[in-house]
């Protein structure tokens, strides 16, 4: 390479190397050149449904008619006595609302004197729930309700009562299906569900129409 052509490349290379020299040159270069990091996205949420809550309302049909009573109720729940009487009697269903709801009387006598009862039931299409409520001939006044329901063989319904002054929760179990006859117990617990006591229990045998 001749002196000339020497110096016709070395003003434009002294050039080149002044700009790299230059503050923050190189940087510019080197972001240029570095592709511009990907924007990972998060997955989506997958929508959760609530599962569809089944069709009870037909669930009470089954104590439609006339049955043969036995009742054995503890005298003095909570307070550890195991004192029980026993009556016997008539109760009788009768459908409302097209089995939307039903009316039960119960008449049963023993040793302890007369329980004349009433269950009204009704079923609530919002929440696809029953509710219970009871009234005794004795006061005329219609108790709170017990809200529940049936699922894997049985029927589970509970409340919130004051039992001599203390509130206590209340728990109904419909249980022993058969054609021809079932079972209420009725128990009380005074410490928040974690034990309790069986104070009532119903068995009932169908009778001929």
């Not at 503050?23 to 599962?51: E, K, L």
């Not at 939307?100 to 119960?106: Q, S, T, V, W």
């Not at 004197?113 to 929440?127: A, C, F, H, K, M």
């Not at 529940?148 to 319904?157: H, S, T």
Request: without cysteine; positive net charge; glycine residues 10%.
């Amino acid at each position: 390479m001749t002196i000339d052509r020497i110096r016709r490349w070395r003003g434009p290379l002294l050039a080149a190397a002044a700009i790299l020299l230059l503050p923050g040159a190189a940087s510019a270069q080197s972001r240029s050149a570095r592709p511009a990091p990907s924007r990972i996205q998060p997955p989506r949420p997958v929508p959760r449904t609530a599962p569809a809550l089944r069709d009870g309302a037909h669930d009470f049909d089954f104590e439609i008619g006339r049955w043969k009573a036995h009742i054995a109720r503890r005298l003095r729940p909570l307070t550890g006595s195991n004192s029980w009487v026993d009556y016997d009697g008539l109760s009788v269903v009768r459908p409302v609302w097209g089995g939307r709801a039903n009316l039960g009387e119960l008449d049963v006598s023993g040793s302890a004197g007369r329980i004349e009862g009433l269950s009204l039931r009704l079923y609530d299409p919002q929440t696809r729930q029953w509710k219970i409520r009871w009234a005794n001939g004795k006061d005329a006044a219609l108790g709170e309700p017990m809200v529940g329901g049936f699922a894997n063989g049985q029927g589970l319904f509970y409340n919130q009562e004051t039992l001599n002054g203390r509130a206590i929760l209340v728990r109904f179990v419909f249980s022993g299906f058969t054609p021809t006859s079932f079972r209420i117990e009725q128990a009380f617990s005074d410490d928040g569900g974690r034990s309790w006591e069986v104070n009532w229990i119903s068995e009932f045998t169908k009778l001929p129409k």
